[in-house]
T-cell receptor
């Protein structure tokens, strides 16, 4: 019940295309859903986050879509660029501050 | 701010040796987290502290692992004795109030031979 399931494990997209990564959770107590981006040799860094009182949040080319009833959320990267090539982690937490991370998706954007 | 600082960045040791990883959180942050990242298991939370007090150590794999936070600006993760299966990248992260963004350090890449 504490797991966050992420898919796909890897993704290859052409430059300018849309990258979509999906996550699902079971624990309805989760109330904070961040996405982290990790480049090789670096620590993860917060990309964008959403709380369940909204269904969508957009920051530049990055959008989180949130479906509370289905207990799913997804990251959309519009106009994907080679510089977006990285590993993306979804996560979820509740009032303890403890983040539960998905398994990660390795994104490769081809020029 | 320099961000979260971890040392060493790389550590190669032999099985059975003691390994100590160090972390300096961002000044003013009251939560500190230790994670382990491997290809097989992904990013796992090992332990976290609030105001220097361990809150949840359920992710610590076994008694060979221990963590301390003697003050607000320093934490250690110790493995004694180390085993080859402990080879991984260990990240420290800190946050303010626990509900906000976690800021990760650059990680320590540990190889146990």
């Amino acid at each position: 019940q504490q797991q966050v399931k992420q898919s796909p494990q890897s993704l290859i997209v052409q430059k300018g295309g849309i990258s979509i990564i999906n996550c699902a959770y079971e624990n309805t107590a989760f109330d904070y859903f961040p996405w982290y981006q990790q480049f090789p040799g670096k620590g993860p860094a917060l990309l964008i986050a959403i709380r369940p009182d909204v269904s969508e949040k957009k920051e530049g080319r990055f959008t989180i879509s949130f479906n509370k009833s289905a207990k799913q959320f997804s990251l959309h990267i519009m106009d994907s660029q080679p510089g977006d090539s990285a590993t993306y982690f979804c996560a979820a937490s509740w009032n303890t501050g403890k983040l539960i991370f998905g398994q990660g998706t390795t994104l490769q954007v081809k020029p | 701010d320099a961000g979260v600082i971890q040392s060493p960045r790389h550590e190669v040791t032999e099985m059975g040796q003691e390994v100590t990883l160090r972390c300096k959180p961002i000044s003013g942050h009251d939560y500190l987290f230790w994670y382990r990242q491997t290809m097989m298991r992904g990013l796992e939370l090992l332990i976290y502290f609030n105001n220097n007090v361990p809150i949840d150590d359920s992710g610590m794999p076994e008694d060979r692992f221990s963590a301390k936070m003697p003050n607000a600006s320093f934490s250690t993760l110790k493995i004694q004795p180390s085993e080859p299966r402990d080879s991984a990248v260990y990240f420290c992260a800190s946050s303010f109030s626990g509900r906000e963004t976690q800021y990760f350090g650059p990680g320590t890449r540990l190889l146990v031979l």
